[in-house]
């Protein structure tokens, strides 16, 4: 059956590291996405990509980059990590048509301390 | 600048209740409004969507009402169930041109006692 998976799941890192999420999908999907989750804000978009070397900037996309160079992944690097960025982030993975259903995977518990 | 607002933040009902929930949004744009659900530790799952042709969409004891004059709409689940508790997300986005990016509401934490 066709997957998105995150790894890793948890993860606790310290202010100013440099952070990388990954996200693999197994749908041949073109759309992929990033969102953060944070109580009382629902999920925001912070990166999304249409396809390979493809890559947009979200509704809160400072100091997180992604890259796209396959159909099946878009790691979420967080460039300096900052207590801000304590977050569940989860990916997702959508067809290109607008209106059809986004796939979303497990979700990572990101902590910095 | 919160474009999709969802209320209430919370709710509890009794076993066979029909909770409520409402969403509002400010861009007339929008043309695709899913609810996604949400079990503790897994990430959101499509649950039932509706597109604004249609005032009213019902997928098993799931019911979206949608008034596009108000620009809200609505979640309305039938005979509750414990395993109806979750965490319920409305959301929206732009069919033509919108890349499936979805605007997400702030969520509601529905919880359903015996």
């Known amino acids: 059956d066709a997957e998105i998976t995150q790894s890793p799941r948890h993860k606790i890192t310290e202010t100013g590291r440099q952070v990388t999420l990954a996200c693999h999908q197994t749908w041949n999907h073109n759309n992929m996405f990033w969102y953060r989750q944070d109580l009382g804000h629902g999920l925001r978009l912070i990166h999304y990509s249409y396809g390979v070397q493809d890559t947009n900037k979200g509704e809160v996309s400072d100091g997180y980059s992604v890259s796209r160079s396959n159909t099946e992944d878009l790691p979420l690097t967080l460039e300096s990590a900052a207590s801000s960025q304590t977050s569940v982030y989860f990916c997702a993975s959508s067809n290109r048509d607008g209106g059809t259903e986004a796939f979303f995977g497990q979700g990572t518990r990101l902590t910095v301390v | 600048q919160q474009q999709v607002k969802q209320s209430p933040q919370s709710l509890i009902v009794q076993k066979g209740g029909i909770p409520i929930i409402n969403c509002a949004y400010e861009n007339t744009a929008f043309d695709y409004f899913p609810w996604y659900q949400q079990f503790p530790g897994k990430g959101p799952a499509l649950l039932i969507a509706i597109r604004p042709d249609v005032s009213e969409k019902k997928e098993g004891r799931f019911t979206i009402s949608f008034n596009k004059s108000a620009k809200q709409f609505s979640l309305h689940i039938m005979d509750s169930q414990p395993g109806d508790s979750a965490t319920y997300f409305c959301?929206?986005?732009?069919?033509?041109?919108?890349?499936?990016?979805?605007?997400f509401g702030t969520g509601t934490q529905l919880k359903v006692e015996l």
């Open positions: 959301a929206a986005s732009k069919i033509t041109g919108g890349g499936n990016k979805l605007t």
